[in-house]
Each structure stands twice: as C-alpha cells, then as structure tokens.
C-alpha cells in the first residue's frame, strides 16, 4: 500500500508541475503573474514537503516487533545490581507528595533489595525537598513490607488508596506466595498503612507551609540558597541491607504482623548537586550526569532505570522486565517502556496519551535499530552511556584508555576512573550483569560520601567530554533524543518493552496552554539537534538507514508548520481580494479541478487505507488515531511554528532558548468522589491566553469565516474547485474543534445540542454581516 501511494504522489507532482507551468506561462498581466507564480510555487513546494514527510514517517514502520518477556525464567540470582534515578527541580511544579509516592514505589518493587538503591536528584536544593524525601524514607519501613505481605498492586500509595482516573487497586498473588492469613487480614492492615499514609501527607503539608512562610520572612536582599545558587550535598537517607538472606521480623510500630515478611528496605540516597551563577548547568541532562558519577562511587549498579517525579512504578516486575531485555543481548544499551498517564480526561482532548507514537511508532523502529529515549522509563546498560562502544565494534574488551586520555574525557576524580574501569572491564556477562562494581561503599561512608559530593560540584566537567560524547546530551533541551542518537550512532541497539499491567504511569497537562509549552518544548529541542553535530542526516556512524531516517523526521518535523499554517490561512486571499480566482495554487479551470480531486481523493483513500492497516496491527483505535491528527494540527499551527522562530533567532543570532518545567497535579484533595471527579478535570477548562494560540486562532476564524462566505455568497455552487475549497475550510476547523473546545472554556460543558445552535448561529451572523458588507 505505501508502495501504491508513492506511485500515486510520482504521477501527481509530474501532472502537477506540467499544469502548474503551463498555467504560469498562459498568465497576461505582470503583475498577475507574479502572485500566481508565487502561490504556485509556495504550493507545490508545501505539498512536496508533505508527501516526503509522509514517507519519513512510514518507511521505519514496516518492520514493526511486538516483544514477550518471560520473567520467570530470570532467577533472582542472575538479576543484576540496579541504580534507579528519579529527577526533579521545583518543588512548587512537582509536587514533593508525587515525588514520595515515586520513590516508595520503586522501593517496593518486586526486586531484590540488596540489589536496587534510589537517587533522588533534587535539582531546585529546595529543602521541602529533601524533608520530604527523608519522611517517605521512614515510611517506606511500613510500606514495602506490607506490599510484601499482600502483593498490592500499584505500589503507589496515593493511587492504590485513592484512586481515580488511573488503575484500581489490586492484590496479585503469584503461586503460593501470598503471606497474609486471610482476607480479613489485608483489610485490617490496608486500614492501619492508610492511616499512616494519610499522617504522611499531613506531615509533608505542614512541611509545605512551614517552606511558604519561610520564604515569605526572609528579609529583602539576604542572600541564601537558591534554585541557581546552592552548594552540593549527597546524603544516605537508608542504608542499603547488610545481607543478602532476608530478614525478617515484627514491625517496630506494631501495626503489622511480619513475623514471615522480609523487612529489608532497599538504600535511598538524595543528591542535590552544586550550581552556582554564571555556570551552565545544562538542566535535566547535568542533574543525570551528575547521578551517574556520584553513583559511581557509591553502588555502581551495571543497570539504571531512570524516571521523572511523576512517573511511580505502576507494575512491581516492571524491573525485571527491563532487566531481561537488556540481558538478553550485550548489544542493547536501553530498554525503553511506553509512557502511559494518570488524570487525562477521558475523551483526551489533546492526545496526552500518544497512543500513535507509542504504541505504532516505537514499535515500527524495534524492527530496526531499536526505539527512540523518550526522558523516562528507561533502563539503561551503564557502559553504553560512559561513550563505550558496543562489544561487537570494540577492539579490546575493557577499558584501556591512558591515564590523560581518561582524565581529559571523565575529569579527574580516581575513585571515579576506578569505578569506570570495574564497570568496562568485567571478563563476562554474567559477572557484569550480577554484581556492583564499586568498592563497599557503607565501609567507609565518610569518604566515599565526600568524593561524591565532589563529583556533583559546577566545576567537575570543565574540559572533559560530559554532555559530548559521555553521558546524556547537552546543547538541546530535548536531551533524551539527543542522548539516544548518539547511542544508536555508536552502534549499540535498543528494545522497546511494554507490559500488562502497564509497567509504568505518570501525569500530564491537560490544560491547552500548559500542553502547548510542553509540545513547544519537544519541537524546539528536535530542531536544536538538527541544526547541531548530532544531525542525523550529516553525522558519520553505525546507524541502520531507516534508523536515520526515523531520526531525521524526529528532528525536522517542525518544518512542517511553515507551509501549513500558509494553506490555513490561505482561504484569507480571495477574501481580502474580493477574487475567486486568487488562490493557494489550486487548478481553476474545471477540467484541472476535477483531474485535481480525483489525485486528491486517490491519495486520502490509500491514506486511509494505510491508516486501517497501522490501526490494526498496532491496536490504537480510529479514535484515538483521529484525536492524534486533530492535535497534530493543533500543534503544527502553535508550538511547532514557535518553536521554529525560536530555533531560526538561536542559529542566527545565538539567542539561548528558554526552558519552562511543565507543571505536575497535585494530589486531589479527598472531598468525595465528585469532588475529586471536579478537582482532578479543573485544569482542562481554565483559559489562560498565551501568544502561541494567535496563530491557530486566526487559522480557524478564516476558515469559518471562508466557510460562510462560500455558503452565503453561493460560490460553492461554482464547480469542482469552489467545492473543494469547502471541504478544506470544513477539514481544517475539524481538525482545530479541540483548539476551539480550549478556547471556549468551560462553556464547553454546555450540551452538545446548544453548542452545535451556537455554532449554527454564528455562522449564519456572519453569513448576514458578509451579506450587508456586500450591499
């Protein structure tokens, strides 16, 4: 099918461009001829931009891999050492309870607890923070062995207790390894965790009030600590388990019968590393490359899984899973998991959940190099990310670098290089994948303490090859791509794992504005790496063909928006000049409107086709498919021409483009189910205008205003071409109804019957304002 499709595009742009000259060359006036040789050519050029973006999307489909893992065939003794990094920087953004319940999720994941510790990367050094984080630790001794105990699922205690708008609490059990008694049991202990949870967030928001009127009574002008400006602190908030043989024992609170539970809770340690003015700091990718080394030296798993503060392990053998793919080759440098979200209204109004890319997409490219690092739920081979190549590529087995050359790559710290060199240079797999390969980290805490916190200072990577060819990627603000290309260019693969239930859940904006920021943010970073030394299309390596061209229309798929927003706009033109025949390069005479339908409607029918076939293999629904093309338009005529301006002033004028941290929900306050029901949608009706909506605000007034005039005036009566520039202004404003919806507010919720009279309505004002303006 996408075979017949290029066939069709082939006959069209050779049909097309003959038309096109000859109509050109018939043309009297110089005038005349001018501005239809222009829209012409600005046509012609946007509809060849389309069909050759088209084909970038496809063409990594068409080998798509839908991957099982089977975890029981991974013996707790062969699971490698595991590092889990959790980020976050503005406490007032990302709520300090969402970053609690993450982090004692993953402390209750079904994974060997001598085997997995948990950096916390605070990268605001809020002190809320790191209160916080420290009253989760202790609680975290009630949690992780009553989910022991029961086998709850999700180990999320705000979504197992109260959950809404994500998945229900569960109890699995699996073979004989329940430990409660009874049934009874689990009740009467969820009653007494429940109400510890609940002091806990009692006891985090008094934190966050004590934090709101301590910044309030600082005196004007003194100096302190900053979001910019703080000093480094690593600290061990839990101790990591003195054995491996579990340890069991009675709760010391007396709330829970443990007597057969392991008690061992696996080590937490928060990190806030050095930032100081007038240093660059690199945002998210600095604060994981100062994970990387200060874990380094304290347990140096082979294995890291890293995940936003939102993002709570929502399948307790979601680390397994990881752990399998990436065991199952030493070629695989990640293992990514689909991203899927809490608290998205239920139509999705702006395709937060994605389902297209995710789940067609990423399943498109494990047929070929591997998927793209998308910022979380990834679990990462350590090696791959020291810039080490691929074992197959490697001429020698370890790490043989001088002395200098070390340095001058991964800066000056011994213990460092030391932890370097036991991460590359284990003779097997399975010894690289079964053990830490640092030093005993809790023999000499002090020590070792204090050369981490050397590791996270502003000055470390000065001359060194952090953020170049070591570790996550600098110079873009989507450093997740960036970080991935250059893994995927060195040779190395990826898998793509999804799990049932899902391995991992998180949040997303559901407010229009705070959506468009965050697409803002990803299409300008796309760009930035096109324009950098990382473009795919340019940079010499190991990347299967396909692979680059997947990664060239990831980067330049902003462009887009230029020669759409053209034709959005462009039913404006006869408007303004009061001339029918003025417009975006479509034939005129009816003999080239009709050949001109007939290519468009031979074109939209294999699109759809092609679309059925993609809906079919990749179990997205038509609807969630038709919510993913309405809110690419959106996009294209918002963020994406943004963030095309933003990138163009930074390439010719150097201007830095500017990071905003989407906002994270709170959670909802518990005032009974229609109140959370309330609380939880709020954000999807509140307006706050911003300059990224004018253009696709005037894109849907045009065409409504088109749309009338064409009914009122009876010029849609005049042929082919007259009908078909109807159903362009119907297909646009179709496309932008979620826009519009955003726009309106809550009066959205308003019946659908009153919205369409509305409607009806205001089109028939304008039908009688055109028609007096015409008298």
């Known amino acids: ?130 209160e916080a984080i420290a009253e989760a ?24 207790f109260f959950s809404t708008g994500g998945p229900k609490a569960r109890t699995v059990t699996r073979d004989s390894d329940y430990k409660g008694t009874s049934w009874p049991d689990l009740a009467r202990d969820r009653r007494r965790v429940r109400r510890e949870y609940e002091e806990l967030r009692l006891r985090i928001d008094a934190l966050q009030a004590g934090d709101m009127r301590r910044r309030c009574s600082m005196a004007d002008g003194q100096r302190g600590t900053t979001a910019e400006d703080h000093a480094g602190v690593v600290q061990v908030l839990i101790n990591p388990p003195s054995s491996s043989t579990p340890q069991v024992g009675v709760d010391a609170t007396d709330l829970l019968d443990l007597s057969d539970i392991d008690v061992r809770v696996p080590a937490v340690v928060y990190m806030c590393r050095e930032k100081r003015h007038g240093r660059a700091h690199h945002r998210k990718a600095g604060a994981m490359n100062a994970l990387l080394r200060a874990s380094a030296v304290l347990s140096n798993a082979p294995f890291i899984l890293n995940l936003d503060c939102d993002h709570y392990v929502n399948n307790s053998q979601a680390l397994r899973a990881g752990a399998c793919l990436v065991l199952h080759r030493d070629d695989v440098a990640f293992a990514q998991f689909p991203q899927r979200f809490d608290g998205v ?16 997409t990423e399943l498109g490219l494990d047929g070929l190099q591997g998927p793209i690092y998308v910022g979380t739920g990834c679990v990462f081979r350590r090696s791959a990310l020291y810039g080490a190549d691929p074992p197959r590529w490697r001429p020698h087995k370890g790490f043989v670098a001088s002395e200098a050359a070390a340095h001058n790559k991964l800066g000056v710290s011994t213990p460092f290089l030391g932890s370097v060199r036991a991460a590359l240079n284990h003779s097997s797999p399975e010894q690289r994948s079964t053990t830490r390969s640092s030093p005993s980290w809790f023999d000499d805490g002090t020590a070792t303490g204090g050369e981490a916190a050397a590791l996270v200072s502003c000055g470390y990577e000065d001359g060194t090859a952090w953020g170049r060819d070591m570790g996550w990627m600098y110079g873009t603000v989507t450093e997740d791509v960036a970080t991935g290309l250059c893994l995927h260019r060195r040779g190395w693969r990826s898998a793509y794992c999804t799990t049932a239930p899902d391995a991992f859940r998180g949040t997303a904006p559901i407010n229009l504005t705070d959506r468009l920021h965050q697409v803002l943010r990803w299409a300008a970073g796309s760009l930035e790496i096109f324009f950098s030394r990382n473009n795919a299309l340019l940079r010499p390596g190991r990347l299967h063909p396909l692979q680059r061209v997947a990664y060239l229309n990831t980067t330049v798929y902003p462009l887009t928006s230029v020669f759409l927003i053209l034709y959005c706009v462009a039913p404006a033109i006869p408007l303004l000049s009061g001339s029918a025949s003025l417009s975006m390069g479509t034939p005129t005479t009816s003999t080239s409107s009709a050949t001109y339908i007939a290519f468009l409607a031979a074109l939209m029918l294999t699109l759809a086709m092609v679309a059925v076939l993609e809906v079919r293999w990749s179990g997205v629904t038509l609807g969630e498919w038709w919510r993913n093309e309405q809110f690419w338009m959106v996009s294209a005529t918002t963020a994406y021409l943004a963030a095309v301006v933003q990138v163009a002033l930074k390439v010719a004028a150097g201007k830095e483009i500017s990071f905003k941290l989407t906002t994270k929900p709170k959670p909802a306050a518990r005032s009974g189910a229609a109140g959370v029901k309330e609380s939880l949608f709020a954000e999807l009706y509140a307006v706050r205008w911003t300059v990224l909506m004018v253009p696709a605000a005037a894109a849907l007034a045009v065409n409504v205003v088109s749309m009338a005039a064409s009914i009122e005036g009876g010029r849609w ?59």
């Open 717 to 775: 009566r005049n042929g082919p071409g007259a009908v078909l520039a109807l159903a362009f202004n119907a297909w646009v404003v179709m496309h932008l109804y979620p826009f519009a919806l955003g726009l309106m507010g809550r009066w959205t919720k308003t019946a659908p019957l009153l919205l369409l009279v509305a409607l009806l309505f205001t089109i028939g004002l304008l039908c009688f304002v055109l028609h007096l303006h015409m008298l």
């Open 137 to 160: 630790a202790r609680f975290a001794k009630l949690w992780v062995p009553f989910c022991r105990k029961h086998g709850v699922e999700p180990r999320n205690p705000e979504a197992y």
């Open 1 to 130: 099918m996408i075979v017949v499709r290029m066939g069709i595009f082939v006959l069209f742009f050779k049909w097309r461009i003959s038309t096109a000259l000859l109509m050109m060359s018939s043309l009297d006036t110089h005038e005349a001829s001018t501005a239809v040789r222009a829209m012409y050519t600005v046509s012609i050029a946007g509809e060849l931009w389309f069909a050759l973006m088209w084909v970038l999307d496809q063409l990594p489909k068409m080998q798509p891999v839908r991957r099982a893992v089977d975890i029981t065939a991974l013996d707790d003794s062969l699971l490698p050492a595991m590092d889990v990094f959790v980020t976050t920087a503005d406490p007032d953004k990302e709520p300090p309870m969402v970053t609690a319940n993450t982090i004692l999720s993953i402390l209750a994941a079904d994974y060997p607890a001598e085997k997995l510790t948990c950096y916390v990367s605070d990268d605001g050094g809020a002190l809320l923070t790191r």
């Open 345 to 360: 209204d239920p139509a999705d109004r702006y395709a937060n959940h994605n389902r297209v890319f995710f789940d067609c």
